[in-house]
Each structure stands twice: as structure tokens, then as C-alpha cells.
């Protein structure tokens, strides 16, 4: 039976983070994610399914901020599916194929809608995506630029010690070879990897070239702009070290560039930036066709996203280390129970429940609330006015 969104519930939560994060680009300590929440019935029953938006709320790792994928969900993409039946999540995201771009806002709604498909066939996501899901995901922590090189292998030095095998590290121009060399020699064993956020011009290639290929590293992550692809292709030809793209794969049709190119050689596959799961899917897809590994990357994601992620992180083509970690490693408080933890570095992919398997504890939703809005199918020109809910 087609399922109806009747009321989409949008809140702005903040979270503040436990350790600051920074990047080549930004410093963060809270994040606020726009959470998703979907009523909807398929005549017999009623569902509310959970999605996450987990844009940054600053248009530094693409353009997207927290404010866009406000405008977008409550503007355009919302009124395009409240009220409108759907029998899949193809036709679901068909009635919002016309937005161009905006994956990050696209991706909140994509993955309520998801998970209510889920739970209408009673299925946990993980085995609605694939017959055969991974029960558990190798997890992995990204770890940001720190104020000196030993305050990050304090850093690494505390995740290990939880349990963490592999580690990835935020580089940029003038923070990489001195901190890569210091935690590749105080852990000689770890499984370690690099990713600049597209902080080296394309003429530091010679110079990246000199040092990567000798830290035993998995990969070199994003070095170049996103839309640099010959520059990645160039660097890729010229070091052993495998290129790994993130921001610059936003679609299966860019992907098929890159493979084109030879511009990487392992794609970070993420929900967000992809604009839901049956894009990362796809990507998942192609890259399996094309013989390229695929690991799952993340945006901090609450527990929400982050169990959508490990559904996706469940697929066979997933075969290296994830940047999925225990929501530990970010917020003392979560979104949902149970909550989400590494044991021995790995990962549990929710598999006990229908839907994205978690549930929101909408109590400490409210709490950290900072704005909130209501759309509703049959009254949409009379919607509840916009407030933080106090
Ligand atoms: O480039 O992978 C990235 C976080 C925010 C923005 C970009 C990136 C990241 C991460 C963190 O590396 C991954 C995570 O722990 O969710
Ligand atoms: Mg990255």
C-alpha cells in the first residue's frame, strides 16, 4: 500500500561536541543538525520515520550550511512529498528530482523516508538495502588538528586504548609530514590515513608526492579542490599510496568521471553529501561494478544518521575501515537509545528493529532544540508558525 507523508516536524538541534573539532578549513564545539521527523500513514497504519541532515553549519566542505538545507526542506522539498503517496523509495525521492544540488537537505528527507519504508515492510534497514548485511562494521576514528603534535597522539594514544584500530588524521599545509611521522612512529602498527579537505593547491603536488608513499598510510583522502579531478589523476599517477575521493564525488555521474580519470583508486562513500541512501547505494554500486573499494565516511552524524550509515556501511562492497565511531567519541548525550558504541573496534550495524533501528528519545530532542517547524499535508497554508518549543 503507498505510504503518505502528513506532517514533517523539522528541528535544529545542537549538540555540543566533547573534544573541538577542527579541519584545514573550521573549528567546531557543538554541531547542529536538523533532525526529520515524518508522519505518515499507508491507510492501515501510521508511521514516523527519522532523518538527519548533517550539514556543517558553514559552507567550508561544500556549500551547503545548515541555514541552506533549512530553506530547502521547508521551502521546496517538503511541500513537493507532504501529501503525496508513494509505493517506493525511488518514487519517494522522484518527487524531489527536480532540486538541483542541495544533497545535504535532500539527504534528511531521503532518509525518513527510508526508514518509514522500512518499517512498513517490517524490515531493518540494513536488510531492506541487501540480503546479506555485515552484522558489524570495522570502525575507525577521525581525529582533527590539534593545538601541537603532542596533544594528537594524546589523541590517538585515548582511542586506541578504547579499542580503535584504525585512525584517520585532518592534515593540511604545514600540519602533515611532522605530525603524520609522529603517530606512524609511536604507533607503527595502527592502520592510519590522511585527508586534507582539498587544502593543497594543485602545485603542491610534487611536494605531497615527496612525502606520503613513506607512512605506510591506507590512503590520501581529498587532497585537491572537489572539482579538481585532473589534479587527483596527476597526484595518482605519481604515488603508491592509494587517492581516495570525498568531497568531489557528489553523484554516480561524477564518480563515472573520476573512474574515467583514474582519479582514485577508494571512494568515501557518505550518506550526507551523497543526498540519502539510495544515492550512497548507487555509488556503492557502481564502484563494486567498476572494482573499486568503497568505506563509509561520516559528518558526525547524531544517532539517527548514524544508524542510517551503518545500514549502508552494511553492504558487501564496504571493505575497508569506516570513520563510523561509538557516538561516545563525539557527544556525552545522543538522540536515540540504544546508543551507539565500538567494542573492540568494531561497530553493531541495528539490525534488531525495522526501520533505521534506533529509537529517538524525543525528550533530549526537545531539549536541545534551538528552532523548530511543523508542515502538515492537509493544511500546508496554515502550518504551525515557526519557535523553539519551550
Ligand atoms: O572530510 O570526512 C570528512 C567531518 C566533518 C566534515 C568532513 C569530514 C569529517 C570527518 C569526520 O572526517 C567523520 C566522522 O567522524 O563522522
Ligand atoms: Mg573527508
Known amino acids: 500500500m503507498p505510504i503518505t507523508i502528513t506532517e514533517l516536524r523539522l528541528a535544529v538541534v545542537r549538540l555540543p561536541l566533547v573534544h573541538a573539532f577542527e579541519t584545514s578549513s573550521h573549528r567546531k564545539n557543538h554541531l547542529d543538525h536538523i533532525l526529520v521527523r515524518a508522519t505518515a500513514t499507508d491507510g492501515a497504519r501510521r508511521y514516523v520515520g527519522w532523518g538527519e541532515c548533517a550539514s556543517p553549519a558553514d559552507p567550508f566542505y561544500c556549500g551547503e550550511t545548515t541555514g541552506t538545507c533549512w530553506q530547502v526542506l521547508t521551502g521546496h522539498l517538503a511541500p513537493m512529498i507532504l501529501g503525496r503517496p508513494w509505493q517506493s523509495t525511488a518514487e519517494a525521492a522522484g518527487m524531489t528530482a527536480k532540486v538541483a544540488g542541495n544533497n545535504f537537505a535532500r539527504a534528511g528527507l531521503d532518509m525518513a523516508c527510508w526508514d518509514l519504508f522500512a518499517q512498513s515492510r517490517g524490515m531493518p534497514l540494513a536488510r531492506l538495502l541487501g540480503p546479506h548485511p555485515a552484522e558489524r562494521v570495522e570502525a575507525g576514528v577521525s581525529l582533527g588538528i590539534e593545538a601541537g603534535v603532542d596533544a594528537l597522539l594524546a589523541q590517538v594514544d585515548r582511542h586506541v586504548r578504547d579499542g580503535y584500530r584504525r585512525v584517520k588524521l585532518k592534515i593540511r599545509p604545514g600540519w602533515d609530514v611532522e605530525p603524520v611521522r609522529a603517530v606512524r612512529h609511536a604507533f607503527p602498527s595502527v592502520a592510519l590515513q590522511v585527508d586534507a579537505n582539498g587544502s593543497y593547491p594543485p602545485s603542491d603536488r610534487l611536494r605531497l608526492a615527496e612525502w606520503v608513499d613513506d607512512h605506510d598510510l591506507l590512503m590520501l583522502e581529498q587532497p585537491f579542490a572537489a572539482d579538481d579531478l585532473v589534479a587527483h589523476a596527476e597526484l595518482a599517477r605519481r604515488i603508491a599510496t592509494p587517492v581516495c575521493l570525498d568531497e568531489a564525488i557528489t553523484s554516480v555521474a561524477v564518480l563515472r568521471c573520476a573512474l574515467a580519470l583514474r582519479a582514485c583508486a577508494i571512494v568515501n562513500v557518505k550518506v550526507s553529501r551523497l543526498g540519502g541512501i539510495g544515492p550512497a ?37 564496504f571493505t575497508w575501515p569506516s570513520d563510523l565511531s561509538g557516538s561516545d567519541k563525539y557527544y556525552r548525550a545522543d538522540v536515540v537509545t540504544p546508543p551507539i558504541r565500538a567494542q573492540a573496534g568494531m561497530v553493531a550495524v541495528p539490525l534488531a528493529l525495522p526501520g533505521i533501528g534506533v529509537t529517538v528519545d524525543e525528550a533530549v530532542v526537545h531539549e536541545h532544540t534551538r528552532r523548530s517547524r511543523t508542515l502538515r499535508a492537509a493544511a500546508y497554508r496554515t502550518e504551525a508558525p515557526e519557535g523553539v518549543p519551550r
Open 281 to 317: 547505494k548507487a555509488v556503492h554500486d557502481a564502484c563494486r561494478a567498476a572494482g573499486i573499494s568503497v568505506w563509509c565516511g561520516g559528518m558526525h552524524e547524531f544517532g539517527v544518521g548514524r544508524a542510517a550509515n551503518l545500514a549502508v556501511a552494511s553492504l558487501p562492497g
